[in-house]
Nanobody, 115 residues
Framework: QVQLVESGGGLVQPGGSLRVSCAAS????????MSWYRQAPGKQRELVAV???????TYAASVKGRFTISRDNAKNTVDLQMNSLKAEDTAVYYC?????????WGQGTQVTVSS
């Protein structure tokens, strides 16, 4: 059974940092492209960051230089380190695993940036 379980969300002040994690099981994690998406209230889900099977990364312009995606193929985890957080980063953050054939999503974790 495939599972993607996000954790680490919460409330943080503007300018602060937060790390969200995604634990994967039920598929060959090391061969999948892993991504983080987010969806703010009333907005479409948007891509935040991508990491491929060999560690190559891509970021949305809005988070480049502030967020870092990383993966541990031995632990089947993918993390998103978020620094210099802004109010506009408030959203539900989702983990996605894709192979070009199969596509899996987590249930999401809420990140709220507010003073």
């Amino acid at each position: 059974q495939v599972q993607l379980v996000e954790s680490g969300g919460g409330l943080v002040q503007p300018g602060g940092s937060l790390r969200v994690s995604c634990a994967a099981s039920g598929f060959t994690f090391s061969t999948y492209i892993m991504s983080w998406y987010r969806q703010a209230p009333g907005k479409q889900r948007e891509l935040v960051a991508v990491i491929n099977s060999v560690g190559g990364t891509t970021y949305a312009a809005s988070v480049k230089g502030r967020f870092t995606i990383s993966r541990d193929n031995a632990k089947n985890t993918v993390d998103l380190q978020m620094n210099s957080l802004k109010a506009e980063d408030t959203a539900v953050y989702y983990c996605r695993a894709g192979s070009g054939i199969r596509d899996y999503w987590g249930q999401g974790t809420q990140v709220t940036v507010s003073s």
